[in-house]
Every structure is written in C-alpha cells, then in structure tokens.
T-cell receptor, first 110, second 116 residues
Framework: LAKTTQPISMDSYEGQEVNITCSHN???????ITWYQQFPSQGPRFIIQ???TKVTNEVASLFIPADRKSSTLSLPRVSLSDTAVYYC???????????FGTGTRLTIIP | DTGVSQDPRHKITKRGQNVTFRCDPI?????LYWYRQTLGQGPEFLTY????????KSRLLSDRFSAERPKGSFSTLEIQRTEQGDSAMYLC??????????????FGPGTRLTVT
C-alpha cells in the first residue's frame, strides 16, 4: 500500500480557502486517492475520491497532478464546522479495507 | 446520521471481563467492516464481512477477539478477557460492493470501550 504523508495540523480563519496536501510518492497505477473527514466522537465520513486531474463535489475539490505523487484537498470558504481531522487514503480498490494514517487536524479560527 | 448504528455507545468494564458490541449496517449493504481507533490515531482495520462470510482478519485481531455476522445482517464483535490495552473506539462501517465509490464506507458513531 502506498504510504501517505500529510501535515499533522493546520489552522485557518473562517471564510478562507483551505488546501491540505498529501504526498504519496509510491502510488501504484491502480490506486485511487480518497479523503475522509472525522469530527470528534464520530466515525469518519467520505468526502471525495479521485484518480487524476480534478474532482469537485458539493463539499470539496481534489486536485491531482499528472504524476499523481501528491494530491490536494481544497475546502472553499471554511466555517467553524469544518474543524475536524482529515485523512488522505491511497490504494483503495475493490471495496476492501481502508488504511488510515494519523490525518491532518484542521482548526478553524473565528 | 449515516444509517449505521452501534450499540452500546459507551462501555466501561473491568479487566478480565467479556464485552460484546453490536453493529447494524445500512440494510442493503453487503459489506461490513470493523475498525479500532485509539486517541490521536486513525482507525485501524480489524476485520470485514461480505454477507455472512468473514473474508479478512487483521493481525490486530487476537484470539480474544471474535466477530460474527449471522445471516449477513447485523454483526457482533466480542472481546474476551479484556485488557487495558483494549480501551479504544470500536467503529463499524458498511458498504455495497459494486456501486458508488470503491473507497466509500459508511461509518457508525462507534462504541467507546474503557477497560479499568
């Protein structure tokens, strides 16, 4: 499984755009990139998944460069409710187990 | 609310006691997963079922742990002779294979176990 590296923590002010970058240098050809969000005392929640270029949904955008060795989760105009831990996962195939790292703890400041 | 429920939400037990947790997945989901999460760490995979068949077990799942999914519906996770190191959040997730995103699992709220 591809190892991922992401910042341990980030702070941002309300209303700002937040970009969280994840490095995955040994990503395999068949690997997808998936991001989850976890609030305190809750289970993780799927945010977005992509393979290459850009994916956008109602919650976030995911940017993946051509070499796919990194990816960036972009949260537009964050609010206090976006304070959570964000996990980058690589290597999700065939609806099998998920491998989480330690994630990025995002704190939104009023 | 994702539609996945877990019971109980909290459990305090004394070392050496047995505990059992229940997970009710989204009804049409054929895959069910158990994870364990300790403070400051991401969830760690324990085991998963497709229908009633247990397809994979992590090395984390020692002989004291057993999981079942009778009839492919709800699942139970039992820990025998609990140890203080078993204190963690136990998360259940479900998915429907062959649909949606391959990496999308729906997690329950978890059961927080404290072993004293």
């Amino acid at each position: 499984l591809a190892k991922t590296t992401q910042p341990i923590s980030m702070d941002s002010y309300e209303g700002q755009e937040v970009n969280i970058t994840c490095s995955h240098n040994n990503i395999a050809t068949n690997d997808y990139i998936t991001w989850y969000q976890q609030f305190p005392s809750q289970g993780p929640r799927f945010i977005i998944q992509g393979y290459k270029t850009k994916v956008t949904n109602e919650v976030a955008s995911l940017f993946i460069p051509a070499d796919r060795k990194s990816s960036t989760l972009s949260l537009p105009r964050v609010s206090l409710s976006d304070t959570a831990v964000y996990y980058c996962l690589v290597g999700v195939l065939f609806y099998e187990k998920l491998t989480f790292g330690t994630g990025t703890r995002l704190t939104i400041i009023p | 609310d994702t539609g996945v429920s877990q019971d109980p939400r909290h459990k305090i037990t004394k070392r050496g006691q047995n505990v059992t947790f229940r997970c009710d997945p989204i009804s049409e989901h054929n895959r069910l997963y158990w994870y364990r999460q300790t403070l400051g760490q991401g969830p760690e995979f324990l085991t998963y079922f497709q229908n009633e068949a247990q397809l994979e077990k992590s090395r984390l799942l020692s002989d004291r742990f057993s999981a079942e999914r009778p009839k492919g519906s709800f699942s139970t996770l039992e820990i025998q002779r609990t140890e203080q190191g078993d204190s963690a959040m136990y998360l259940c997730a479900s998915s429907l294979s062959g649909t949606g995103y391959a990496g999308e699992q729906y997690f329950g709220p978890g059961t927080r176990l404290t072993v004293t």
